[in-house]
């Protein structure tokens, strides 16, 4: 089929009405040359037009021929299937509307957690090649000093090393296209444009963003030129932090802005949406590493962070082409032992720890496992929530077709098609899907607020859907038609016509069609107690935490910090600064002295 055929098929099919007009048109012409041959040949008017007709053999088998030819017949078929089954929805205002809000709350609660879990979970870093990216671990089974328990949230190990280790790992590697650190300083004092506003702060190797696969809409990321103990503070500043501080000057760059007191040059911005290692869009200035030193100058113990004994650089890499991770990880293994601090007999007896090369696509790895477990129970109680409304649905679809039982036997017997009444009952389903799927991915937007004001999810999360999200409602739509619209448009057919048609259809409902209805029966009921109980339970926990003592009123508190530190203040100054703030906010009216 050329192109042309197929848009005009499709120009016939969005413009039925003037391509019936046309096929009338057409067969009228045959049919009168036809009749006027016959008259040529000396038949009468009246015997003429009865031969030509005779000839065409009926002019609807010749319409429906031709309608066949287009080879779009189907596409008409499920269209006036729609048409008709939007009627009938219409005539039932009650039961549609039900069955909408039904579908809509399961699909939404569905669409809302699947969005949470790709983002937390599924979404692979978007970087080039992320499949290259590994996160470099070390484990112990030990206990004391190489003891892992303490892993943030993460109970397979630390993926932290000394800068000693690191250094050592980067130059001589000969598997890792690079290994590149980096390592959260959190949240500090940063003036741009004369204000001061609170942000979150990265500090990356020179390597970080060339290993990590980023890039920047202006100028460059940091290089190792930045990553030197005496170099140019350079900075890269996030999409965000560029349009809230600069309302996206394009003259930013090589302006300067002070964290923590300490100036340094705007040097690029990454990309909207750039979610560097974390996999998550916090860090709003990335610094070279080397400025901890500068920016935690008043802390001793963080001022020696070239130490041989202190763990902090979060360790990431990129594998060459054709090296596998057991390759890779049993050469960075040697490395790090030889580099592990001088310990007692005891503890390195106690547990010996290993480097472990771990696939990095999705990123570090702590998101992922702050966030799996909830979320995955989430999953679990909306997947099962939907099973059940979907057993509902089907249940009131077998009523609705047991009270349109003379419509189909009637039409069973006037000659329709078993399998076109299935599809007729399965459009129906397929209506009542789309449109609850629609109302669901409303309803999701307000689910995902809030289960990030639950804390099931990282605020910081780009939660808006996106085609993935898109598909996924589609194809949890098509399963729910398939889940309840289904199995009542197969035993809905199954009638007996002569039964059906009486006004005391006994003989159709027998106990052999009361079984599919017993099964839903039962699977809503096992469904609903397993539900309720755990939202008993749920609610029993909450009621719970609610009566724990505080030890205070916490009806209108505003919780609030101050961190003048940042700002070079010393520990007199800084009291004083504190009694200020109090004497200050004393004077407020409202507020109790």
Known sequence: MGLTDLLLRLRALASRRRAEEELDEELNFHLEMEARKKRLEGAPEAEARRTARVAFNGLERVREECRDARGIRWLEDIGRDLRYGARVLRK???????????????????????????????RRLPVPDPDQLVVLKWVSNGKGYYSSSNSRGDRNGLNVVTWDIFCK?????RTMAAVFGFTERGRANVVANGDARISDVLLVSGNYFPGLGGSTVMGRPILDDDDTANGLPAAVISYRFWERAFALDSGVLGKTIYVNRQPCAVV??????????????TTEVTLPVRMRRRLDEGDQWESRFTGSDIFWVQTMGRLKPRVDTRTAQAELNNIFLQLLPNRTAGERKAGLPKLVVEPGARGRGFLQADYKEPLVMLLAIVAAALLMTCANLAGLLLARASARGKEIAFRLAVGANRLQLMRQLVVE?????????????????????ALVAMKAAPAALALAPDIRVLAFTAAVALLTTLLFALAPAIRATRVDVAHAMKDDP?????????VPVRILLAMQI??????????????????N??????????????????????????????NQLFADICARLKRIPGVPP
């Open 92 to 122: 039932s205002p009650a039961f549609t509307t039900i069955a909408i809000l039904s579908l809509a709350i399961g699909i939404g609660a569905n669409t809302a957690v699947f969005t949470l879990v790709d983002r937390v979970l599924l």
């Open 169 to 173: 790992m980067r130059e001589q590697s």
């Open 268 to 281: 690029g911005v990454t990309p909207r949406g750039f979610r560097g290692a974390t996999g998550i869009e």
């Open 429 to 449: 389903g397929a209506l009542l899907s789309a449109i609850g799927g629609i109302a669901g991915l409303a309803l999701a937007r307000w689910g995902i607020s």
């Open 506 to 514: 006994s003989g159709s409902t027998g106990g052999g069609r009361l």
């Open 526 to 543: 096992a469904v609903a107690l397993v539900l309720v109980g755990g939202a008993g339970l749920f609610a029993r926990t909450l009621a």
């Open 545 to 574: 935490l609610r009566a724990i003592p505080l030890g205070f009123n916490p009806q209108k508190l505003i919780l609030f910090g101050v961190a003048p530190e940042s700002n070079g203040y010393r520990e007199t100054r800084g």
